[in-house]
């Protein structure tokens, strides 16, 4: 496999190291794998941390700013990162308001930061977590126990970061990242495998003419294979799985989210498809977001998220927000 790499070991701390040059407004701490907005800990506010394994960028890293996260840790490639630098990072933003740890269903994840919000408190910074499990697809997989958490963090981490530069208290933040997240619901699809820079070959096979109905952003398995299909039949059987499950009743916040390697003109060919299906079954879309956000490495392939929406989610999904990735109202 072709890669623009140097050698594998040094592939996310190579990230980091250039990420912090194009963006001097975070502080990125490539020894300890931790990205920071660089006016942390923000006096009265509650410190929003998240983080994961590289390879589904830009999340993590690529939200840390304001309105959005005070941090991001990240892990080697599919890998959690670990729970010295959660705590690392909880204590350099927290500034008396407390820290919201916002994890994704992963079950390596899950394990330490429930050891890093341990770890943290008795060190005195108070910790609130919130679990999302927004992907509809499969109960189990490979890597968790319950649904996965895939497009959902991306609404969980803006709205509850929106709740946080308000100054709003740590249970409030909490209670609105809980809402955002029982409101989501996504669906994902694989054209192709993706390759780790370890492994330099693809993570699993899928045949020429195949994809994957359901896939997880680790490629871990979905619902089922079908011959190709086309946008219109994607958008379809993917938008029916999330609203069939999700059941709204009102606006909906929309992300069409590309795998790592599906190009935006097709992306927004399936935004069409997507829109189309949500008309048809008279349910009204608030906002919209095409783009790279929750990621697979090289994968090409797409998710559909939804967020049935009220007016105060609207209004701090709206709010102004200033990251490496989202920017929009400053």
């Given at each position: 496999m072709?890669?623009?790499?140097?050698?594998?070991?040094?592939?996310?701390?190579?990230?980091?190291?250039?990420?912090?040059?194009?963006h001097p407004e975070?502080?990125?701490?490539?020894?300890?794998?931790?990205?920071?907005r660089r006016d942390a800990p923000m006096a009265g506010k509650?410190?929003?941390?998240?983080?994961?394994?590289?390879?589904?960028?830009?999340?993590?890293?690529g939200f840390v700013g304001p309105g959005m996260l005070a941090a991001a840790c990240a892990g080697e490639v599919f890998t959690s990162p670990v729970p010295d630098q959660m705590v690392r990072a909880a204590a350099?933003?927290?500034?008396?308001?407390?820290?919201?740890?916002?994890?994704?269903?992963?079950?390596?994840?899950?394990l330490n930061f429930e050891m890093a919000a341990e770890l943290a408190e008795d060190e005195g910074v108070q910790v609130a977590r919130v679990l999302v499990d927004d992907d509809v697809a499969v109960t189990d997989s490979l890597y968790t126990a319950g649904r996965r958490?895939?497009?959902?963090?991306?609404?969980?981490?803006?709205?509850?970061?929106?709740?946080?530069?308000?100054?709003?208290?740590l249970e409030r933040v909490e209670a609105v990242a809980r809402r955002v997240n029982e409101r989501s619901r996504s669906f994902g699809v694989a054209l192709s495998a993706c390759s780790t820079p370890a492994k330099g070959s693809?993570?699993?096979?899928?045949?020429?003419?195949?994809?994957e109905l359901g896939i997880g952003i680790h490629g871990e398995p979905g619902r089922e294979r079908r011959a190709m299909m086309t946008s219109r039949e994607i958008a379809d059987f993917a938008v029916s799985a999330v609203v069939e499950d999700l059941r709204p009743s009102g606006p909906v916040l929309v992300?069409?989210?590309?795998?790592?390697?599906?190009?935006?003109?097709?992306l927004y060919g399936f935004n069409a498809e997507v829109q189309r299906v949500l008309a048809e079954r008279r349910i009204p879309v608030a906002r919209t977001?095409?783009?790279?956000?929750?990621?697979?490495?090289?994968?090409?392939?797409?998710?559909?998220?939804?967020?049935?929406?009220?007016?105060?989610?609207?209004r701090l999904w709206d709010a102004p927000v200033q990251t490496a990735a989202l920017r929009w109202g400053r």
């Open positions: 072709r890669m623009l790499i140097n050698v594998p070991e040094s592939v996310v701390a190579d990230a980091l190291r250039g990420m912090a040059a194009a975070l502080t990125v701490d490539v020894e300890n794998r931790v990205v920071l509650v410190g929003l941390v998240s983080g994961g394994g590289s390879g589904h960028e830009p999340l993590h890293a350099a933003v927290d500034s008396g308001a407390g820290v919201l740890f916002v994890v994704k269903n992963y079950t390596g994840d899950v958490g895939t497009g959902g963090t991306l609404f969980v981490e803006k709205i509850a970061g929106a709740a946080a530069e308000e100054g709003a208290p693809p993570t699993f096979e899928l045949p020429d003419g195949e994809l992300l069409v989210n590309g795998m790592g390697a599906t190009p935006l003109l097709e977001l095409v783009g790279n956000y929750v990621t697979s490495l090289d994968m090409a392939g797409c998710s559909v998220t939804l967020c049935e929406v009220d007016e105060e989610l609207l």
